[in-house]
């Protein structure tokens, strides 16, 4: 490889560890500071207060999308495997490009998505 493709090509990597750590910062301190859009007890919560639902209502549609929520886990669940295989090879080649500072901070990212996905599952 040439030095100028051997440049341009460090360039690209640096950048786009660039952008990757800005993401991550900004995740951690704006996106994460406010309400989660996809938290379904929030969201409920909202949906609830801007109907104005009675305590009645309330309990019937948390009962209705309780039910509806059962419904697609058992869509979704022939298709766990296919997904949870494809979501493995990706952690696996996004590793195998990291230096070995990076692999720490990635790490530590999957434990905190499995964290939160841990509590998502107890929520319900």
């Known amino acids: 490889m040439t030095k100028t493709k051997s440049l341009a090509l460090a360039f690209y990597i640096g950048a786009a560890l660039a952008g990757a750590a800005i993401g991550v910062s900004i995740d951690r301190l704006v ?9 379904q007890a929030e969201m409920r919560k909202r949906a609830f207060d801007r ?10 549609v948390s009962r209705i999308y309780d039910e509806r929520d059962r419904k697609q886990e058992l869509l979704i669940a022939p298709l766990r495997p296919s997904l949870d295989s494809a979501s ?8 195998r490009l990291l230096t070995p500072e990076q692999q720490t901070i990635y790490d530590q990212m999957q434990r905190e ?12």
């Open 31 to 39: 996106v994460r500071a406010q309400p989660r859009w996809w938290d």
């Open 88 to 95: 493995i090879e990706a952690r696996q080649r996004i590793s």
């Open 113 to 124: 998505r499995e964290k939160a996905r841990a509590q998502h599952t107890e929520k319900k």
């Open 51 to 60: 109907l104005k639902l009675t305590p009645s209502q309330r309990d019937t």
